[in-house]
Structure formats: C-alpha cells, structure tokens
C-alpha cells in the first residue's frame, strides 16, 4: 500500500493563493498516475488534475488556467498550485496514487475560499 499525506490547505480570501502538498510513503519515480481530487458538501468527488510519471496532465475545465500540478519524484512529492481562488473551490482536496496495482488515497485537507 501506498500513505499519502496532505498539507497545506486553509481559509483564503478570493483571488488568493495555496498550495497543497502531497507525500508518499514510497517512491514514485516508477510509472504511475498522481493527481488531486475534491469533494464539497452535497457532491461527489471529482477530478482536479493529474500528473502522469512522464509529467503528462491533465486538469478540469473549472480549474485551467488557475491550478498547476507538478511532482517532484526525488521528494516523493506531488503539489498543486491554487492561484485565483474561488468561492466554488471550497472542498476537501485527496490525493491519489495509481500504480503496481495500488489505487491509495490521503486523508483529505480542507481548503475554504471565503471573504
């Protein structure tokens, strides 16, 4: 199995800043697929962006242009950036791994875009 650990949500005004970090408890430097997700009141999780090993992503309409996704495979790390934040950005944000069979996900952290 594969721990995820997520760090680096928080209150932000609108238009502001975060970055959320995620780190393995293994290595990630194999072939794998990375990404975050969220998940509001009232609705299921869905897609943030992903990151392949190859540095390949991909990102959600709602969120080009705002959110970069990258990883830093020497850290066992993957991060994302949150610039221009939005009240319907407020979720709780999950990391993922998918590779070697494993399909892991993190605890979750909250990020809340409020005046």
């Known amino acids: 199995q594969v721990q995820l650990v997520e760090s680096g949500g928080g209150l932000v005004q609108p238009g502001g800043s975060l970055r959320l970090s995620c780190a393995a408890s293994r290595s990630i430097s194999s072939i794998n697929v990375m990404g975050w997700y969220r998940q509001a009141p009232g609705k299921e999780r869905g897609l943030v962006a992903v990151?392949?090993?190859?540095?390949?992503?991909n990102y959600a309409d709602s969120v080009k242009g705002r959110f970069t996704i990258s990883r830093d495979n020497l850290k066992n790390t993957i991060y994302l950036q949150m610039n221009s934040l939005k009240p319907e950005d407020t979720a709780v944000y999950y990391c993922n791994y998918k590779g070697q069979g494993f399909d892991s996900w993190g605890q979750g952290t909250q990020v809340t875009v409020s005046a």
């Open positions: 990151i392949s090993s190859l540095g390949h992503t």
